[in-house]
T-cell receptor, first 113, second 109 residues
Framework: IAGITQAPTSQILAAGRSMTLRCTQD?????MYWYRQDLGLGLRLIHY???????GKGEVPDGYSVSRANTADFPLTLASAVPSQTSVYFC????????????FGPGTRLTVL | GQNIDQPTEMTATEGAIVQINCTYQ??????LFWYQQHAGEAPTFLSY????GLEEKGRFSSFLSRSKGYSYLLLKELQMKDSASYLC??????????FGAGTTVTVRA
């Protein structure tokens, strides 16, 4: 692995189903983030983690949960998907608790029908 | 919270210069970032300003005025590969980023 990876690349999900988006980085960054990107709205922060074992809510956290069991992984879970969660989801990481620039994963395109 | 404004679209000719403005209103300021995002790809870091003034990196320069809540990204000697969205992002005191909606730049031959 080089950098930050996300899985799956894309997914179509029935409303009401649960889904976990995976994010893994091998840069040993302590801070990680989840964003959603919607046309005309830009990137909006869902949840973040400044270090393993801690998480925080961003601008649009409702309907999403995260965990940070170790430095490398930061999964995002949708417990019961709704159509308004159709979006492109980007995971990012940064060194020194966010003091440096964020590096972004390739994204997951999620469609909820 | 943060309120970040940038133009939606800009068009320029290959070899020309384009300036993308970004204004922000913030409850806490700890730096301003510019990212480039090609269609269907992830954002990539371009520049960072935390003090007033101009930062130059090759064909790209970024300027910041904290007192005016204003930044711009200057792209010189435009190339076709510069066609992309450019995202202005403000970092708060907790090191979280708030992004503008992005400016789509189209470079014409």
């Amino acid at each position: 692995i080089a950098g930050i990876t996300q899985a799956p690349t894309s997914q179509i999900l029935a409303a009401g189903r649960s889904m976990t988006l995976r994010c893994t980085q091998d840069m040993r960054h302590n801070a990680m983030y989840w964003y959603r990107q919607d046309l005309g709205l830009g990137l909006r922060l869902i949840h973040y983690s400044n270090t393993a074992g801690t998480t925080g809510k961003g601008e649009v956290p409702d309907g999403y949960s995260v965990s940070r069991a170790n430095t490398a992984d930061f999964p995002l879970t949708l417990a019961s998907a709704v159509p308004s969660q159709t979006s492109v989801y980007f995971c990012a990481s940064s060194d020194s608790g966010g003091a440096y620039e964020q590096f972004f994963g390739p994204g997951t395109r999620l469609t909820v029908l | 919270g943060q309120n970040i404004d940038q133009p939606t679209e800009m068009t320029a000719t290959e070899g020309a210069i384009v300036q993308i403005n970004c204004t922000y209103q913030t409850s806490g300021f700890n730096g301003l970032f510019w990212y480039q995002q090609h269609a269907g790809e992830a954002p990539t870091f371009l520049s960072y300003n935390v003090l007033d003034g101009l930062e130059e990196k090759g064909r790209f320069s970024s300027f910041l005025s904290r007192s005016k809540g204003y930044s711009y990204l200057l792209l010189k000697e435009l190339q076709m590969k510069d066609s992309a969205s450019y995202l202005c992002a403000v970092r708060d005191g907790d090191y979280k980023l708030s992004f503008g909606a992005g400016t789509t730049v189209t470079v014409r031959a």
